[in-house]
């Protein structure tokens, strides 16, 4: 299984851009399916992929690491 990490596709303020990292059980052409890693006790969920879009993660060391 691997990990991504989704956003809402909208960019508007009025939709939540809080990044989801999420366990990838399977996907196919219209959604990913999998769990939030945040609880992984959560029943397998369907990520739209018309709703979410896949974003690269960015931890606070890249940040860091880009600035020096």
């Known amino acids: 299984?691997?990990?991504i990490?989704?956003?809402?596709e909208s960019d508007?303020?009025?939709?939540d851009q809080t990044v989801r990292e999420?366990?990838?059980e399977r996907e196919d052409e219209a959604n990913w399916y999998g769990k939030p890693t945040?609880?992984?006790a959560c029943p397998?969920?369907?990520w739209p992929k018309f709703?979410?879009?896949?974003v690269e993660h960015k931890t606070g060391q890249e940040s860091a690491d880009t600035l020096a």
């Open 44 to 46: 397998t969920l369907q």
């Open 12 to 15: 508007q303020p009025s939709y």
């Open 5 to 8: 990490h989704l956003k809402c």
């Open 51 to 54: 709703a979410w879009e896949e």
């Open 38 to 40: 945040a609880n992984p």
């Open 22 to 24: 999420v366990i990838v």
């Open 1 to 3: 299984m691997r990990i």
